[in-house]
């Protein structure tokens, strides 16, 4: 790139004084003003806000049970020691904390001169119950068994006589809850709780209902199975879990009054119990609603419920019962229809424009009795019908896909159940009526709706709701090419279409937390939402899984299903690198801590199973465009992986590392007698993966990498410019070539627009992204998966720049170091951190090239353009122009 001239504009926001500067964005456990956090140790963050180049060197925090005590400067419940760091958290042990409180806390931080002193306002957050023995209602349910079909009813009426100043309630199902007070639902929180192994571990949510509770009250709700009680056949065995049972709760209703004084409404068998208009729900078949079967006013406390019977009270079904809190799963969207095809006066075909996760709002009128399907999928025939062919296969099958225990019986079934199929029947009457499943959802870009009479639908009649586990959205990338910035637009549409209360796979024929999927997507993930709270939630549901013999099973949750040699390491690294990228990102090692036994564990089992010390089971190079990597070879560099992440692990939390380096060198002396061709500079059978995936991890000699890395981008070049692997290519071929200056060849494979590539996607209409490259695999695959879609993250980190130095943490040492290539004339991509936004922008006009940095207060950055620039510590806008041919 010719220089014809340099200007460096600081557009200074770094004055002498520090005055300016002030505390913001304070949150205790990442959430701003949380109620029912139960944990022990309590993290508390915050950010800075001002224009001075003031950097944090310590905090100190304060916490009182009353506001008034903490500006007083008299905490009655914790003054912390002065903590010297510079990152904006504090994780503090505080064994005062009661349950179901309010707690009122600041911080206090010095720069490294203490000259400067900063207290932040005043926060709270609330507690929840910290433990299952601290609860004092019971878990209830009806006397049905888990074969049958209509859900479970319940109410409680109450009379409250005294001024209330707040009222919480915490609820807790085995299967999923919606509940009323006095006919209102309580959040517009879907799908609660979140899924695990119902066994072992449970949720409960903390709602606040205040502003819902009267004199005369009625506490209802209404249980759906969810994967708790799958009553269908399915592949992965889940009619067949060990925890299945009918549906029930536990609830704690707590009222705190004016005069201080408390009440607790209990669940118990006071509650009186019944079934109504929902007769049947299923995760993958769907729901069934007779609007004919709802007593009228069965929510409200008017309504006599003297024909309803006692609830039963039941033991716990898991030893452990803790908070959620992660974001729930919300209504994110709501998406009006592309278009509307109509079949006949019964029969007709949605398209919604758009691939996504949820399900539809239905209005319709017709007579007493008349029944209504919604068939959801994501094809459609040539002949214009809903196209469902691809995943019944799945479904109520027996045969090669469905292994039963010994002795097990298949379920009661019904073997007209449809896979993603909602029926309403209709009440009657002069009005519309309206349906909105509650407790399934579905993957779909088209609705086929049928009636059992004439019916006449119209664009207002329905809508798609679009839901995900609600994560703010914190990064963005657009770009000057409409094909790149469409392949992003479509990943986050597939990251959110897969994500409710764990990461999954699809959410039209599976639902299931395949273990790599969730890591190879885990920086596109993290570098454009806040999962924090969601990853390491799942990462409590590995220790969960992990069985005696030490083993994980391929998908997180499971009921039994995948503890298979076909699954392998490469899937089980999702539990070594998520925690790493939680640490890289979040500068948090909780994950990291509380997993640590379960691998130990698991890198025992591994070591049992080696043979002449190899490791070589597994799957490997997931779908490959083409050319299969060998299975062993990356079984083994991922054994390799394991120890070198282990090895970290051990150092950040004060454990002796030396055991697991010693056999991370034992292991990469193996793979590269046994797998690499140093003459030949070659991997393996020389795939585009095998080339990557040793450079990535580190496994490659040194004096070889160099050459390792041309060797792939000649490979690629030589491929003209198409990709050839699989999944685990989709994330490392594209990262490696960057790190070795081979911008160009990523941007022309990622600007492809015939297949194998993710162009090709585009040009055929899709909005997210499918599971495979191929044509004949396209057809019939699942066409919402996210795990080839680490290319957006490639984006973000490289065409706009946006990275960190390999050893920091917390994006607190930024690097900018964008791609200035001539194929695209602007990129823009923007990154919140733990301490603010990072922005970088570049754009071409004419001969000029422009670029446009923001870091936030208390980062430092190195920004590279035709020199090295240092910015920081403070809140920068860097603005560089520089004159090109």
Known sequence: MKKTALLFLFLLHCFISNADTHIINLKCEFLTEPIGVDSHNPRFSWQFKGKSNFQQNSYLVEIASKKHLLN??????????????????????INNLQDKS???????VWDKAKKTKITSPASWFET???????????WITDNQNMDFRPSPLFRKTFTVQKKIKYARLYVSAAGYYEIFLNGDKVSNHILDPGYTHFNKRLLYVTHDVTTLIKNKNCISAVLGNGWYNIQSLAVWNFDQAEWRN???????????????SRETILSDSSWRTATGPYRFNNLYSGEIIDANKEETGWKNHTFDDSNWENAIEVISPAPILESQIMPAIKITEEIAPKSIKKISDRIYVVDFGYNSAGFCRFSVKGQKGMKVTLKYGEKINPEGRLDQNFINKYFQKEGPLVK?????KPPVIDTNEIFQMDTYIVKGGTKK??????FSYKGFQFVEIESSEPIQLTEKDITALFIHTDVKKIGNFSCSSELLTKIYEATMRAYKSNLHSIPTD???REKNGWTADAYISIDLALLNYDGLLVYEK????????QNSEGKIAGIVPSAGWGYIDWVGPTWDLAMFVIPDALYRYYGQTRAIEQLYPTLERYLSYLESREKDGMITFGIGDWVPAKTKTPTDFTSMCTYYYDHVLMAKFATLLGKDASPYQRKAIEIREIVNKRYFDPVRSLYANGSQTSYAYPLYIGLAPDEHRKALAGKLNESIMNNNYYLDFGMMGSRYVPRVLSAYGYHETVLKMALKEDEPSWGSWIKKGLTTLPEWFQQEEYDKASLNHVFLGDISAWMLNFLAGIRQPDNAVGFQEIIIQPVYTKQLNSVKGEFISLNGKISSAWERKGNKLQLIVRIPQNCTATVYTNKTIKLGPGNYKFKWNENVN
């Open 433 to 438: 009526e309206t349906f909105v499943p509650s």
């Open 246 to 260: 009918r549906p029930r709760f536990i609830s704690e209703l707590e009222i705190v009054y004016v005069d201080g």
């Open 506 to 508: 699809c959410p039209q």
């Open 128 to 138: 929840g119950i910290k433990s299952l023995s601290s609860w004092k209602a019971s």
């Open 538 to 545: 799942w990462m409590r549901d590995f220790i969960d899984n």
């Open 72 to 93: 007083q400067g008299k905490a009655d419940i914790l003054i912390s020691e002065e903590i010297n760091t510079t990152q904006p958290i504090a994780v503090i042990p």
């Open 404 to 408: 039963r225990k010994e002795g097990a």
């Open 102 to 108: 309010r707690y009122y806390w600041r911080v206090t």
